[in-house]
């Protein structure tokens, strides 16, 4: 059996990660999207909270998991008795920092390979802090991320919501 890893931060889980998640499954036995815990930064969703939007918005896919992890991405890699890990590609600065990442990688496990897979055309403007920012603001949402996503992004901009309609009204 053939795992491959997804690793991210997700930090929220855009319909550009679930669209390379979705190709990769098709590759792979079993894809495990395995959730960074990331302690550098400071992250809007907790590491189980991440974990859970990404379990909702699998639902129906039969060989991915979700998993957190902490520490070296290859070390996770190896520990799940994973091949290969999976990366997305952007745009060409993605590639750039993909490929440095690659080559410490392939030093620090050999034995891993990396596949990259390029972002479909309507998603490659997305990131995660893109969506926040958006989402802050009080941006459309829809064909971003997932609705319970989106949902999500409100709730922890509610009162930044509340703070800007107040001042449209001004």
């Given at each position: 059996?053939?795992?491959?890893?997804?690793?991210?931060?997700?930090?929220?889980?855009?319909?550009?990660?679930?669209?390379?998640?979705?190709?990769?499954?098709l590759?792979?036995?079993?894809l495990?999207?395995?959730?960074?815990?990331?302690?550098?930064?400071?992250?809007?969703?907790?590491?189980?909270?991440?974990?859970?939007?990404?379990?909702?918005?699998?639902?129906?896919?039969?060989?991915?998991?979700?998993?957190?992890?902490?520490?070296?991405a290859v070390?996770?890699?190896?520990?799940?008795?994973?091949?290969?890990?999976?990366?997305?590609?952007?745009?060409?600065?993605?590639?750039?920092?993909?490929?440095?990442?690659?080559?410490?990688?392939?030093?620090?496990a050999?034995?891993?390979?990396?596949?990259?897979?390029?972002?479909?055309?309507?998603?490659?403007?997305?990131?995660?802090?893109?969506?926040?920012?958006?989402a802050?603001?009080?941006?459309?949402?829809?064909?971003?991320?997932?609705?319970?996503?989106?949902?999500?992004?409100?709730?922890?901009?509610?009162?930044?919501?509340a703070?800007?309609?107040?001042?449209?009204?001004?």
């Amino acid at each position: 059996m053939t795992i491959g890893v997804y690793p991210g931060t997700f930090d929220p889980i855009t319909y550009g990660h679930l669209d390379i998640a979705k190709r990769a499954s098709l590759l792979f036995d079993k894809l495990i999207i395995a959730v960074y815990e990331n302690p550098g930064k400071k992250p809007l969703f907790s590491l189980q909270q991440r974990v859970e939007l990404i379990e909702q918005a699998i639902i129906g896919w039969p060989n991915v998991q979700v998993e957190p992890f902490h520490g070296l991405a290859v070390d996770f890699v190896q520990k799940v008795g994973g091949k290969v890990m999976v990366r997305g590609l952007r745009v060409s600065s993605d590639f750039e920092r993909e490929f440095e990442m690659a080559l410490m990688n392939k030093k620090l496990a050999p034995d891993i390979e990396l596949v990259c897979l390029m972002t479909s055309v309507q998603y490659q403007f997305l990131s995660s802090s893109l969506i926040k920012e958006v989402a802050m603001l009080g941006g459309c949402l829809e064909d971003l991320v997932s609705d319970h996503v989106a949902a999500a992004l409100r709730e922890k901009f509610s009162s930044n919501l509340a703070k800007l309609s107040t001042a449209r009204v001004r």
